[in-house]
């Protein structure tokens, strides 16, 4: 795992949205954010560490724990797909990625092959047709 640089994300409103929406009592100022970018698995983890050992408690859940100083609370995990990821997904299904586009910030794939009229395994990438 490499560390990564990034903004410290609105992850760290989970120990607020916590306090206000389930009566906890988490230190807003006991944790910090931190990024990891994971290359085998190519996504970024974003935990938030404890800066101390404290004792936590969820009113709402009527229950308390501990976390030690140090201590790792998941709050996020991005994946990051690359086009080869793309393709390999689509080749599973034999398809082919056509072509590959942005709109609006965001990344399309146009597929074509025989598998179009298969229906795609779960978790695969949803393709679109494109007139000719």
């Known amino acids: 795992m ?3 640089v990034t903004r410290p994300p609105s992850t760290l409103n989970v120990r607020n949205v916590l306090n206000r929406e389930r009566g906890g009592d988490i230190p807003v100022d006991g944790y910090r954010h931190r ?5 085998e698995w190519s996504r970024l983890e974003m935990p938030q560490v404890a800066g101390h050992t404290h004792r ?3 009113h709402a859940l009527d229950t308390s724990f501990q976390v030690a100083a140090g201590e790792e609370i998941p709050t996020e995990i991005s994946r990051k797909v690359s086009r080869e990821d793309i393709s390999a997904l689509l080749g599973g299904v034999g ?3 056509t072509e590959h586009f942005e709109y609006g910030g965001r990344l399309f794939v146009g597929a074509g ?3 179009l009229g298969r229906a795609p395994p ?3 990438v949803a393709t ?3 007139a000719a």
């Not at 990024?35 to 290359?39: N, P």
């Open 128 to 130: 679109q047709r494109r």
């Open 113 to 115: 092959g025989a598998g």
């Open 35 to 39: 990024a990891l970018f994971d290359r």
């Open 122 to 124: 779960s978790g695969a």
């Open 2 to 4: 490499t560390l990564a």
């Open 95 to 97: 398809l082919n990625a």
């Open 56 to 58: 936590v408690y969820l």
